[in-house]
């Protein structure tokens, strides 16, 4: 069964992700960010409409960006004749329909056709005014019928490769558990100083305010809220919206990490970014919110306890997106997140999240199989959701040709 080009990419993205990870050098996400910030510095005002306009020239140029990349690898659709049929070439059906001295199809093939016995109209069998019955294997329709189908596989084989490659750029999910494994190994080894060094690479929390029991915490929040972010988020709008929604998703999410703070320099120039970063991540944060649900045995935790925090306490949090995500899986991992928070901007007092014990080093572990975990369900769902989109789209076409 052929899944299509675009579920196909998604799974070679997802591959590279976890054999690769992240380049080193030369990540368009962090070149994107270096634009990003180089433009902050020379557009920021203290006003909502100039970060709304700082938003959508990053956004929408990364858009059409991908829309370009997209658009030629697939090429144009072929152009429809007067009548609305496609028309490409001598081999078109259109095409035969208009030459006198065109052979007719076989009333018999055409019967067939009907009730879903014959060949396509692209492989009629054609025979002489005489009624031969000789196949035109060679007629000037085969031969224009092969080309358009060569054309096609390269193709579809182009947009894969896009695809993929635009997948694995913006996916994050094996650099986000390699981090949290190694804040894991650090807090094991009761190396603080080493703990410290990797805080700043999950979240924006002040390390030197937190110790072991807090690092754990932040290292178990972070995991949750990014496994949401990094993985499933571009995985969902890859699937419905190719790589223009890879690239745009993941531009919008780098813009709310940049400057989607409420400190004093960003409450007002970064509330666009964060406010469509709370729209693009609607429903990705609750399909994350219920995989964790159902995965909660898993990591020995309990779907009704997950099921419970996400009902009770995730409006508590301040992100519409990251209180079902955290709630989660601190009713699955049986944890209690959530409380004073301190950024490098000042603290926060939020709403606890579960009921459980506070986070232990160990549970970094627990929380970084069950990120792994979602990002395998995540995958399986995204690439379903683009064999479904594909083949809605080709009946739509199809009938819309006929």
Known sequence: MRIGARAAGLLIGVVADAVFGDPR???????????????E?????????????????????????????????????PRRSAGGARSTGPGDASWRSRVPSAAMVRPSVARGRIAGAGPLPGDAWWSAPGGSGATARHSPGHRGDAARHSRSRRRELAQMLVTG????????????????????????????????????HLCARDPELLDADGMARAGVESLAENTSDAVVGPLFWGAVAGVPGLLGYRAVNTL?????????????????????????????????????????PVVGGSPADALRAWRRDASGHPSPNAGPVEATAAGALGLRLGGRTEYA?????RATLGDGRAPAPADLHRAARLSRLITVAATVLAATTAVVHTRVRSAAHTVHGM
Do not use: C, K, Q
């Open 25 to 39: 050098r030369g990540h368009p996400v962090a070149a994107f960010g270096t634009v990003a910030g180089a433009l």
């Open 41 to 77: 510095r020379r557009a920021w005002r203290d006003s909502r409409a100039a970060g709304a306009g700082y938003t959508a020239l990053l956004v929408g140029g990364t858009v059409g960006l991908g829309a370009l990349a997209e658009w030629s690898a697939t090429g144009p659709r």
């Open 165 to 200: 490659a635009a997948t694995w750029a913006v996916l994050g999910g094996t650099s986000l558990v390699r981090e949290g494994e190694l804040l894991a190994r650090s807090l094991d080894g009761g190396d603080l100083t080493a703990a410290r060094a990797r805080i700043p």
């Open 256 to 296: 709310d990490a940049m400057v989607g703070y409420r400190s004093p320099r960003y409450a007002r120039f970064g509330w666009a970014s964060a406010r469509l970063d709370d729209l693009v991540n609607l429903a990705p944060a609750r399909v994350t919110a219920a995989v964790t649900v159902l995965l909660a």
């Open 345 to 349: 901007y000042g603290a926060e007092d």
